[in-house]
């Protein structure tokens, strides 16, 4: 069984940074892949950032590749976001699943409570 929690999210400047992180049972979470997703009000949730297990091969939607990364050890999943823009405000998640399809985790049963971010002057 697989438990997450987000942490790192709140009030930031346009062109600031954030760091979140995704931590999980280490006893659990490692065998799954861990994917970023956010929602913004009024707007679909969409696929941030996915990465594997094992070797982790990591990837990040098109349009955030150069502004955001995503990393992981054996029990925490981080996404760095840099270069914050107003648009990347929203609530992110983080969700344990079986694949990374490009940036969007698939099979995602686990889910984390997700953490706010508000990119604004």
């Known amino acids: 069984q697989v438990h997450l929690a987000e942490s790192g999210g709140g009030l930031v400047q346009p062109g600031g940074s954030l760091r979140l992180s995704c931590v999980g049972n280490?006893?659990?979470?490692?065998?799954?892949?861990i994917g970023w997703f956010r929602q913004a009000p009024g707007k679909e949730r969409e696929g941030v950032a996915c990465i594997e297990n094992g070797d982790p091969i990591a990837f990040v939607e098109d349009t955030l590749k150069g502004r955001f990364a995503i990393s992981r050890d054996k029990n925490t999943t981080y996404l760095q976001m840099n270069r914050l823009k107003p648009e990347d405000s929203g609530t992110y998640y983080c969700?344990?699943?079986?694949?990374?399809?490009?940036?969007?985790?698939?099979?995602?049963?686990?889910w984390g409570q997700g953490t706010q971010v508000t990119v604004a002057s």
């Open positions: 969700a344990a699943g079986t694949a990374c399809s490009g940036s969007v985790a698939h099979g995602t049963r686990y």
């Open positions: 280490e006893f659990d979470v490692y065998r799954y892949y």
